[in-house]
């Protein structure tokens, strides 16, 4: 099926480091989620977002909806221990009984005490 | 609240055997999701329902597999028979559509069954 192209794949990153991460599509989206996953748990959703060029934050997070509606990306602030995990963007496409969400295959994130 | 429960946790099974998994959305919810998890492949969706009927099973990967939900609290995920290649952590996800208005469509996940096929 198809995918978001998620990027980097992995991170290795010092404590109080930032983080950047993005997804990108050939096509349009009409919402972007990031969601956590930590190891041996389901995803968890951070941060939605609903219109293009809508910036959000939860906490340390920020997350942004591109303005061509084909991107979005999540930045990660002072980053600690707690914030190892995968995380994953989604983007919704179509409506109604249409609509899907279609998944990217995630970043990886090592924070390094 | 009880979030998504899912059982087993985990399975170790031999090629050839019947497998099921099973899963308890959280209350109210009137959408429920099954998905694979690989490493190759990411998160898969396989197939959904709403209000207990299957929308779309497109995801299912062939007939070994199936599901079923015979009401609003309870689903399941069948491999008959398993391969080594179904080995994978299984994820069922809940929401519920009067979030839509809202354009919110959380997707609540269970902790997942990871699946061993020897």
């Known amino acids: 099926g198809q995918q978001l192209n998620q990027s980097p794949q992995s991170m290795f990153i010092q404590e109080g480091e930032d983080v950047s991460m993005n997804c990108t599509s050939s096509?349009?989206?009409?919402?972007w989620l990031w969601y956590k996953q930590d190891p041996g748990e389901g995803p968890v959703l951070l941060i939605a977002l609903y219109k293009a060029g809508e910036l959000t934050s939860n906490g340390r997070l920020t997350a942004q909806f591109g303005i061509t509606r084909k991107d979005s990306f999540l930045n990660i602030s002072a980053s600690i221990p707690s914030d190892v995990g995968i995380y994953f963007c989604a983007g919704y496409r179509g409506a109604g009984n249409n609509r899907k969400l279609i998944w990217g295959l995630g970043t990886s994130l090592a924070v390094n005490p | 609240d009880a979030g998504v429960i899912q059982s087993p946790r985990h399975e170790v099974t031999e090629m050839g055997q019947e497998v099921t998994l099973r899963c308890k959305p959280i209350s109210g919810h009137d959408y429920l999701f099954w998905y694979r998890q690989t490493m190759m492949r990411g998160l898969e969706l396989l197939i959904y329902?709403?209000?207990?009927?299957?929308?779309?099973d497109s995801g299912m990967p062939e007939d070994r597999f199936s599901a079923k939900m015979p009401n609003a609290s309870f689903s399941t995920l069948k491999i008959q028979p398993s391969e080594p290649r179904d080995s994978a952590v299984y994820f069922c996800?809940?929401?519920?559509?009067?979030?839509?208005?809202?354009?919110?469509?959380?997707?609540?996940f269970g902790p997942g069954t990871r699946l061993t096929v020897l």
């Open positions: 096509s349009i989206f009409n919402t």
């Open positions: 996800a809940s929401s519920f559509a009067g979030d839509r208005l809202a354009g919110i469509n959380e997707q609540f």
């Open positions: 329902f709403n209000n207990n009927v299957p929308i779309d």
